[in-house]
């Protein structure tokens, strides 16, 4: 039997119009091969069922019925509203409306954007940074041109004092220790913070300038202590080579620092360094009331001294004046916010 038929129900004349068509009342037995008792059915004649009857015709692709539509659409609604719950965007692109949802979008935006802020003002941060050690440098070395420095560390710095004073009047006399990056013009404001971190021109500088304390008689060394500051830049720059000589054998290292002025040279030798916090009010005295006064504040100093020489509490004796280095330190032990001080005497109060 052809594939698209099945039995054709019997349809009485007159029914639709049309001729009705003789259906045998029993199966017609399958004609087997050999077998000629059999004959084999004979096909509906072409024209004999009008082409609007499909009456016992089944499509080969059948359209679903009404309730397998909508069995489909519940399942495919069902996938959606799943997916609409674990994605912020439904199956068909649009966001979800759920009020948490929408506020835990803006609370990710809102961090995101504050994070990239966050790493363009670091980004910011460090350019300047860097820039402003570059200026530094660049200050130093034009004012390292105004004095001639010897390979000789026995030989005192030559400085050109006219052009030093064109440049600012503050100047009042030149440090260099030989052997290190120390070489530095020497100024005194009319306080500590003047040249704290302000240029000779009156600009803006990260590390300032190398200044004498303002109480200090200028143009120093003429008071039992003479104190000057310099910054220790993280970058290597200006007193570092002071914050170092809390190292027993860099500190043995330094033979000499020489403090020149326009009338004199004072060659001068490391006696001793110690730590202070930024607040010690015993760091700065500059006069004693007398030697025995003195002398008793350099040992105090001299037992709580990190390195020293062999022979300091000798050379303290023989000695009424010193050249002290100030300088800050980033130690761990004075909360990052330490002072490192060296303190100097004339070479020739070693003992002999």
Known sequence: ???????????????????????????????????????????????????????????VVGEPDDKNRKRKYQRRTKRSAHFAETDPYDIRGYRSKGRGRRAVRAISTVLFVVGVLLMLVAGGLWLKAQWDYHQQDVEIQRKQSYASVSDDP?????????KLRADNSDIVGWVQIPGTTVNFPVYQGEDNDEYLHTSSEGEYALGGEIFLDYENTAPGMADNQTIIYGHHLRNGAMFKAVADMDNQAFFDSIGTVWYVTEDAEH????????YADPYDT???????????????????????????????????????????????????????????????????????
């Not at 026995?154 to 006219?162: F, H, I, L, Y």
């Not at 060659?267 to 110690?274: D, F, K, Q, S």
């Not at 022979?311 to 330490?338: K, S």
């Open 267 to 274: 060659e001068l030798v490391p006696l001793m360094c110690y």
């Open 154 to 162: 026995d030989t005192a710095p030559r400085v050109n004092w006219g």
């Open 1 to 59: 039997m052809p594939r698209h038929f099945k039995d054709v129900p019997f349809i009485e004349d007159g029914d639709d119009g049309i001729e009705a068509i003789d259906v045998p009342s029993t199966p017609i037995p399958r004609q087997m091969p050999g077998d000629e008792s059999t004959r084999r059915a004979t096909r509906p004649v072409m024209g004999s069922v009008s082409r609007g009857d499909t009456t016992g015709f089944v499509s």
């Open 282 to 352: 015993e760091v700065r005295r500059f006069a004693f009331d007398s030697t025995e006064d003195f002398h008793g504040y350099l040992n105090a100093i001299l037992s709580k001294a990190v390195t020293a020489r062999s022979d300091a509490a000798q050379a303290i004796e023989n000695t009424d004046r010193v050249f002290t280095l100030v300088t800050c330190n980033y130690l761990d032990e004075m909360d990052g916010d330490g002072r490192t001080i060296v303190v100097c005497i004339p070479k020739s109060d070693l003992p002999g």
